[in-house]
């Protein structure tokens, strides 16, 4: 008698709009053999180091794949804006940014160089040469986050390919569908499938993936709690890079010119409805005018059109899901209850959907005030000296984008200097980013640093070859 394994049963989970929730598309979830499975493969490919892909080769899928992504660009921001609620005007610009980051990728290959050491700096070292060079670190497993379902998969899957390593990806389970469409169009270029491991699954299987022992590096963009805990049960020897979230703070001084900042503090604060990691949260203005910006912030978010992200009139799309509605009303009620005042906005328009808020003077201990609000509300605080605001600005154990608009050169420095932030930006809001700058957070915001380039650097290590003349 054969005691035959029990068959799987494929588990299909389906993704809607998050807007009118409606099916817009299935996923087959992967089972922990099959994760496994891939994973064995992927050690192989990395193992097997005369089968590694020659730089020209990546170079080349990587080239193919961007022409393709260009010939499907109002396809990739539709798919951006119908699973992830992103309004298709920043979709588009998505979808942009992507193509340009797998460029930057081609562009990174040369810049994975090694160096000459000098030997005989002593006698121990004369009559040797040695110089190092870059090798591609194992296998990569990634896991992204809803709000960027494309270019965040771009940023974590291309470097992975452009510097040589296996890869295996799980997207956010709200949207599957880009992180499906960018793999299937690496494969469509050239790239061997064994490569890229297109992987979504339950939380035990994304787990079990990502600390294996097999794994050379995880990326991870998403919340903190579960990207520290998952830090903490890698395997030894895996490296990693985590993204989370900040609750960024902006300086406005006396000098700041009012009028010129609104729109980019309302972009800042407004785009794709506040869930952005570095989405303008806390506003610190000078007491005799800070309720003169909280006016005219409220009267610019309240033009805000609220509605279906695939719609092109649509500036704020929904939240990603209606729990998270839930959340952000509750959270407000907590500060208007603690004494806060609705300048605009303050309520739920559907299941889906919140008013884009505008709150003045929340008190410190509110969860708006010192938690990640991920959503469409920002808060503007009175303060009496510059000093107090840097100090309350930093008081949070959470760092990662900044600003402040002045027009005075010492006060823009000052701030650079005072603000515990990776980046500074002085009359733009915290949430501008270009993909080949560094990007990272601080403390409980992160750990290692993202950006194309900086990625691949920590998708490679170095190799030293000391040669005895």
Known sequence: MTNAKPKTVDVIREVVNPYDLKPIGTVTLRSWDQIDAHLATAAQLHGNRKNWLP???????????????????????????????KPLVDARIEVARAIDGVGLCIKEIPNLAGTEIPMDLTAAGAGRIAFTTREPIGVVAAISAFNHPLNLIVHQVAPAIATGCPVLVKPA?????????????????????????????????????????????????????????????????????????????????????????????????????????VSVQRIFAPKNTAKEIATLLSQAASQLVVGNAIEEATDCGPLIHPKEVD????????????????????????????????????????????????????????????????????????????????????????????????????????????????????????????????TMQDMTQNKMAVIKL
């Open 327 to 454: 959340r952000v009303a509750e959270w407000v009620e907590e500060a208007k209850a603690a004494g806060a005042a609705v300048m605009t906005g303050g309520q739920r328009i559907s299941a889906s959907t919140y008013e884009p808020t505008i709150l003045f003077q929340p008190p410190e201990q509110a969860l708006v005030s010192r938690e990640e609000i991920f959503g469409p509300v920002a808060c503007v605080y009175e303060y009496a000296s510059i000093d107090d605001a840097f100090e309350r600005a930093n008081a949070l154990p959470f760092a990662f984008q900044s600003a402040v608009f002045t027009k005075n050169l010492d006060t823009a420095l000052n701030a650079v200097k005072q603000l515990d932030a990776t980046a500074v930006m002085v009359n733009d809001h915290t949430a501008f980013r270009v993909d080949w700058m560094p990007f990272a957070g601080r403390k409980q915001s992160g750990y290692n640093t993202g950006g194309i380039g900086y």
């Open 173 to 277: 389970a709200n949207t599957p569908l880009s992180c499906k469409a960018f793999v299937e169009i690496m494969y469509e270029a050239g790239l061997p499938e064994e490569w890229c491991s297109f992987v979504p699954c339950d939380t035990a299987s994304a787990e079990q993936m990502v600390t294996d022992p097999r794994v050379a590096f995880f990326s991870f963009i998403g919340s903190g709690k579960i990207g520290w805990m998952l830090r903490s049960k890698l395997a030894p020897g895996t490296r990693c890079a985590l993204e989370h979230g900040g609750i960024a703070p902006v300086i406005v001084d006396e000098t700041a010119d009012i009028e010129a900042m609104i729109p980019s503090l309302v972009k800042g604060g407004f785009y794709h409805s506040g869930q952005v990691c």
């Open 55 to 85: 730089a020209h080769q990546r170079i080349d899928i990587l080239n193919r794949a961007a022409k393709i992504m260009e010939s499907r660009f109002e396809e990739l921001a539709f798919l951006i804006a119908n699973e992830g609620g």
